[in-house]
T-cell receptor, first 117, second 116 residues
């Protein structure tokens, strides 16, 4: 079965410092990986996805993610954090197991990012 | 703004009641997905419709049902509501059936359901 894990419930970063939000995955075939962000009382906003190709994926709002097949990781990164980046971040993998729920997103538990001035 | 709209934003009802949540996908998108977000279960996939037909099913209770209409909007019906059904219900849409799993799903703002 496909799954993702976000090992950190919360990440604290000072404004201007680089940030990393971790995600590891477990899939039986090719991994299709996604990052979403949820601001308070808002829906999920798509940041970026990895389907194939370059291991460094660039996304919205200056975020990027590094796909590492050997470590089965897809960590989200940003070179310089902003206070406005404070939100809940979700990693997701597409469920490609053959069966009734095939093709849909399996989400991690989420990581709360707090950026302090 | 993702282009996916959901109504109502908030819904407060009592146990045993029935409610209907509505979703309009992005213009041109044929697939609609429903997800439930709760504190204990996290984000869970409920059901997907593609061009009016049920495409995939997740952890959806028998008390819940959905449909997608010819104009592609979708409704999620929740009946015999229980306290544990209180959650944020998201709708998402994508352009195609996404059999390859590569399409991006764009999410609406959600409907917060509170069952008292």
């Amino acid at each position: 079965a496909q799954s993702v894990a976000q090992p950190e419930d919360q990440v604290n970063v000072a404004e201007g410092n680089p940030l990393t939000v971790k995600c590891t995955y477990s899939v039986s075939g090719n991994p299709y990986l996604f990052w979403y962000v949820q601001y308070p009382n808002r829906g999920l906003q798509f940041l970026l996805k990895y389907i194939t190709g370059d291991n460094l994926v660039k996304g919205s709002y200056g975020f990027e993610a590094e796909f590492n097949k050997s470590q089965t990781s897809f960590h989200l990164k940003k070179p310089s954090a902003l206070v406005s980046d404070s939100a809940l971040y979700f990693c997701a993998v597409r469920d490609m197991d053959y069966g009734g729920s095939q093709g849909n997103l399996i989400f991690g538990k989420g990581t709360k990012l707090s950026v302090k001035p | 703004d993702s282009g996916v709209t959901q109504t109502p934003k908030h819904l407060i009802t009592a146990t045993g009641q029935r409610v209907t949540l509505r979703c309009s996908p992005r213009s041109g998108d044929l697939s609609v997905y429903w997800y439930q977000q709760s504190l204990d279960q996290g984000l869970q996939f409920l059901i997907q419709y593609y061009n009016g037909e049920e495409r995939a099913k997740g952890n959806i209770l028998e008390r819940f049902s959905a449909q997608q209409f010819p104009d592609l909007h979708s409704e999620l019906n929740l009946s015999s509501l229980e306290l544990g059904d209180s959650a944020l219900y998201f709708c998402a849409s994508s352009v195609g059936e996404d059999g390859r799993g590569t399409d991006t799903q764009y999410f609406g703002p959600g409907t917060r359901l509170t069952v008292l």
